[in-house]
């Protein structure tokens, strides 16, 4: 993406309150430390930033975000992407996907997984004030409820006591890691044995309504299908995978009045069964969470490369990754390992 240097806004400080969700805050992204704003944020300086950057612009940069925990710095990071990006919607891309064009340079597509009230009550004021469409992409079963996502209530249930037979003691991140790779059915058990045990209920976590949705999609968010219950659908069988996704395609069809063709997969990795079912069902164009820039008219509609970020990052660093520089090194780092 070629950002101009001197344009760089320093990172803002995070005028967020406390909430239920940072109450239940998965403990693999929160250990109890304040974020690490600018980590990485070094990269901008190296001589391989302007040449990233100059690559980035002849690619689609698509933002996976999930809450807005910091208004002030995610109004930031939109008001670098209004002016030295080319923001498109959903429609724009299942249009270049349709037509067979590629979208315009320094296109950038901003999405929410999992879609918190955050994405209605902070992020959509700041996207519509500026002009800016986005997609979110929600979990079926949580809408009109409050419920917490699942991986929330299971740290919280740890912390305070929560035992599985599967699962191992020790802090929630260990036991979070555990519960994404047990086969479904297991997961299930799992999460209702450390309700059982553990010795306080979590918080309730207030969630989108269905008027939330309609209210999303009239200012340019368009909503998307995220599964019925966040599964990881790689520990699925062919059943609940089917279920999973055509369930929440049925509901949101409801709410909206019209079919969602949008997906994001859970946890980000793709699935050939999904694929299979999301071609049955009509769906155009499909997400994963892979850290990755993607061509201008992307060459797998149904897997479409996203890059990690966070309303907290700064802009420096919301540069590198924008950039490309960024998610490279990290895959050279594990590449490494």
Same mark, same amino acid.
């Given at each position: 993406?070629? !950002? ?43 001589? =391989?930033?302007?040449?990233?950057r100059a690559r980035a612009a002849q690619r689609?940069?698509?933002? =996976?975000? +999930? ?9 930031? *990071? ?16 299942? #249009? =270049? ?22 994405? /209605? ?10 002009? $800016?469409? &986005?997609?979110? /992409?929600?979990?079926?079963?949580? $809408?009109?409820?409050?419920?917490? /996502?699942?991986?929330?209530? &299971?740290a919280y249930l740890a912390r305070h006591g ?15 890691? #555990?519960? @994404? ?7 299930? @058990?799992?999460? *209702? ?13 207030? *969630? %989108? ?13 368009? $909503? ?8 990881? %659908? ?13 369930? =929440? +395609?049925?509901?949101?069809? *409801? ?8 997906? &994001? !997969? ?6 050939? @069964? ?16 892979? +850290? ?23 802009? #420096?660093? /919301?540069?590198? $990754? ?16």
């Amino acid at each position: 993406m070629p !950002y101009s240097e001197s344009t760089t806004v320093g990172a803002s400080t995070s005028v967020g309150t406390p909430s239920t969700t940072s109450v239940l805050r998965d403990p693999v992204h929160a250990r109890g430390r304040g974020p690490v704003r600018d980590r990485g944020s070094w990269l901008r300086l190296t001589p =391989a930033q302007p040449l990233f950057r100059a690559r980035a612009a002849q690619r689609l940069a698509v933002l =996976a975000y +999930h809450g807005v925990t910091d208004p002030r710095s995610f109004g930031a *990071q939109l008001d670098r992407l209004r002016r030295l990006a080319n923001p498109v919607s959903l429609t724009e891309v299942e #249009r =270049a996907v349709t037509e067979g064009r590629p979208l315009p340079p320094r296109s950038v597509l901003i999405t929410f997984d999992d879609a918190d009230r955050s994405v /209605f009550t902070h992020a959509l004021p700041m996207l519509a004030a500026r002009g $800016i469409p &986005a997609a979110a /992409f929600v979990i079926a079963e949580l $809408i009109g409820t409050d419920r917490p /996502f699942w991986w929330h209530e &299971a740290a919280y249930l740890a912390r305070h006591g929560g035992r599985a037979r599967l699962l191992p003691g020790g802090p929630p991140g260990r036991l979070l890691a #555990r519960l @994404r790779e047990l086969p479904d059915p297991d997961r299930r @058990r799992c999460l *209702q044995e450390l309700r059982v045990s553990a010795d306080r209920r979590p918080p309730r976590q207030e *969630q %989108l309504r269905p008027d939330d949705l309609r209210a999303l999609r009239a200012a340019d968010v368009a $909503i998307g299908n995220h599964t019925l219950g966040h599964p990881s %659908l790689g520990r699925c069988d062919d059943s609940t995978v089917h279920t999973e996704i055509t369930a =929440a +395609h049925m509901a949101l069809t *409801q709410w909206l009045g019209e079919a969602p063709t949008a997906f &994001a !997969y859970p946890d980000g990795g793709y699935d050939p @069964r999904a694929d299979a079912v999301l071609r049955r069902l009509g769906y155009r164009l499909g997400f994963l969470s892979d +850290h990755r820039l993607g061509p201008r008219l992307p060459a797998h509609p149904l897997r479409i490369s996203r890059l990690q970020v966070d309303s907290t990052t700064g802009t #420096r660093r /919301f540069d590198t $990754i924008l950039s490309g520089l960024e998610p490279a090194v990290q895959r050279l780092r594990g590449a490494a390992v």
